[in-house]
């Protein structure tokens, strides 16, 4: 009688060995989830929502200035409405920055896009030899920080120091000024393509392996070629990926910021206005005009977002009338 009721004991609710109710476990299971997203729900709110929430308030404000604006008081904060919207649509100089970028995008984004599915292509061939290798020196620039690449290849441009300009003098050739004029943009591209090729190919690569084999094959018995397979069944079949890669460069093509503010120091055809953002860290920094800059930078985003949007969309809707057909 005694063990039996020893027994019975570790069963009942609240008894060191007892087993949580259905209910508990339920509730649990159910909260879990939100305890492993709260501190990326934490660090999204304290480093991008509150800065963006920051940053919308101060483009409605300005410093209003009474007097000579001397002693406390002097000058004080109030409400400008859209005013600093108007004043930046209206700004000649964030318009030329922004055509610069479009320049330079319409360079940048098809030849890395190119390059990096070419280089996965190239990879995800049955004859390449050393593909690990291969990889990894494609993508190792990318790893090395923009500053840093664009340090590396200012100085490579510069015809004083630069190896190639010595080899070009040697051998009697002419040797363009890459850092003035016209050849700027292929400078800043070439800085921009070296550096983020071999993400973009690790991405398509990844899906190239995705590809079941039975598809090759099939593929093969019909007759086809690794050019027709390539064309007819590689690419098609990663232009998820594409859109991806494409969504990702027009984002870093519009925030362009360090290559042309790390070249600055070595060419005179490099403004402190030549990028949308680097008039926005003129205007906010140099000039001290917070308040007009955080309205610019809500318009570049707003303007990033429309764009991504729309070709998200339109990417989105091929797809369906693909699937359709």
Request: net charge positive; charged share 15%.
């Amino acid at each position: 009688m005694k063990s039996t009721a020893r027994r019975r004991s570790y069963g009942v609710k609240g008894a060191p060995y007892a087993h949580p109710s259905p209910t508990t476990t339920f509730k649990r299971a159910r909260s879990a989830p939100y305890f492993f997203l709260l501190p990326a729900t934490l660090l999204f709110a304290l480093f991008f929502a509150l800065p963006i929430g920051y940053a919308l308030w101060l483009s409605f404000r300005k410093v209003k200035v009474s007097g000579l604006g001397l002693g406390s008081g002097a000058r004080t904060e109030v409400w400008a409405g859209l005013e600093n919207y108007t004043d930046a649509l209206s700004d000649s100089e964030l318009l030329h920055g922004t055509l610069r970028v479009l320049g330079y995008g319409c360079i940048v984004v098809p030849v890395m896009l190119g390059l990096a599915l070419l280089f996965a292509l190239m990879l995800d061939s049955e004859k390449v030899r050393l593909a690990p290798v291969t990889r990894l020196a494609i993508f190792l620039p990318y790893a090395i920080p923009g500053v840093v690449a664009a340090l590396l290849w200012g100085f490579l441009y510069l015809p004083d120091v630069s190896p190639f300009y010595f080899v070009l003098d040697r051998l009697g050739m002419p040797q363009p000024d890459l850092l003035d004029g016209g050849p700027l943009y292929l400078a800043l591209s070439n800085i921009a393509v070296w550096g983020g090729t071999g993400f973009n190919m690790i991405v398509i690569y990844t899906s190239l392996k995705a590809i079941p084999a039975e598809v090759y094959e099939a593929a093969k018995l019909d007759g086809a070629t690794p050019l027709q397979i390539a064309l007819r069944i590689k690419i098609p079949m990663v232009a998820p990926s594409l859109v991806l890669t494409f969504f990702f460069s027009i984002i870093a093509t519009l925030q362009v910021f360090n290559e042309p503010t790390t070249l600055k120091p070595l060419t005179n055809s490099v403004s402190t206005t030549w990028s949308p953002l680097m008039k926005v860290y003129r205007d906010a920094f140099g000039e001290g005009d917070i308040y007009g800059a955080a309205a610019q930078a809500v318009i570049i985003a707003f303007a990033t977002l429309l764009l991504s949007f729309g070709f998200l969309r339109a990417a989105n809707r091929r797809q369906k009338q693909e699937a359709a057909r």
